[in-house]
Each structure stands twice: as C-alpha cells, then as structure tokens.
C-alpha cells in the first residue's frame, strides 16, 4: 500500500469517530452486506461517515491491507477496527454494540 | 469464477481439523455463502481473530473467486 493511501484512511479514522469503508454511500449502497451495517447504525441513529471504496480503487484494496481483512464493509469506531458485516450484525443482535459504543462514548439512540 | 460448497469446506476443515462446518448456498448462484463453523480453537479469541482464521483457511480466495461468505463463528 503506497503512504498516499495509508494517509488517507488513517485521515478518515481520525477524523470520524465512526467511519465505515463501503461500496456505495449510505444513501446509495452498491453491496448488500455493506446496505446491512449502514441500515444498523442508521436505527441506532449514530452519526457515520460513509467512505465509498468504489471511488478510489487503491483505498479498496489498500483497506483490505491496512486491516488486514480480506472484505468490505469495514467498520471502525474511534480508530478501532471493529468488524466487517458479520460481527457487526451479531453485536447488534445481542446488543454488544450499542455496549461498545457507549464505552466508546458515541452517542446512538438507546 | 466461483467456489462449490465442498471446496469451502474442505480449506476451513484442513485450516481448522476440529471444526464442524456447516455451509450454506443463501441464493443458489453457487457465490453467496454462509458458514457456520465450530471449533474448539476459537476458544478465548475475538470474534476478529476467529473470522480472521476462517478467512486463512480460505487461503486468501474471500474476496476474489469466493465473493460472499457471511460467516459464523461458535466456540
């Protein structure tokens, strides 16, 4: 991964507490799984930032690299790599998420 | 290209020889995947770190001839 693109995601991290690397945007996404963590944090009403990976393809897979994560979405809360779909939607089933964001002091509809 | 179901499950068995596997065909187009996979290896690990040694046993195919795979991880 060049440093440009290391920048730029460690710049999207540090600048929104709660930043989701995704195909499409949250109003418009291209994949289901990365429609699914953006509909979750929708209903918790967090404020998120949607950054499309499907703009910049080094930041597609440059993500993969930084997280070491092979997929997309990836959803990072206070600079803490948290999980892709699959472990986002579990915590939001049994409520480690919204656990996780208190701790993190993000606020959400409770 | 795709990967069939037994393709999937022998990589996670040969990564993970404990685990029973239990996979999936969600749209029956032979490219969205789930998995459920147990093992006593998760044991005291993140969920990061059990999906990551899923992901290893796919040996780097999740996200190129693998394309989804909704995984589930169960000590």
């Keep these: 991964m060049d440093q440009q693109t290391k920048d730029l995601i460690n710049n999207e991290i540090t600048n929104s507490a709660v930043c989701l690397f995704m195909k499409g945007t949250p109003d418009a996404p291209q994949c289901g799984f990365s429609m699914a963590i953006s509909n979750m944090l929708k209903i918790l009403e967090v404020n998120f930032k949607g950054v499309n990976v499907l703009e910049n393809q080094s930041l597609r897979e440059g993500i993969k690299e930084f997280s070491d994560w092979p997929t997309i979405p990836q959803l990072y809360i206070k600079k803490e790599f948290v999980g892709g779909c699959d472990i986002v939607k579990e915590m939001y089933e049994n409520g480690e998420l919204k656990k996780f964001l208190e701790d993190k002091e993000i606020s959400f509809k409770k | ?75």
């Excluded at chain 2, 690990?45 to 991880?73: D, F, P």
């Design chain 2, 1 to 75: 290209m795709a990967m069939n179901l037994k393709d999937i499950e022998k990589h996670i068995k040969e990564g993970l020889p404990d685990a029973i596997v239990k996979i999936e065909d969600l749209a029956g187009d032979g490219n969205h995947y789930s998995a459920t996979v147990t093992s006593k290896e998760f044991s005291g690990k993140s969920k990061i770190e059990q999906h990551k040694m899923v992901y290893n046993s796919l040996k780097g195919k999740m996200g190129n001839e693998l394309h989804a795979l909704a995984i589930k991880t169960k000590e």
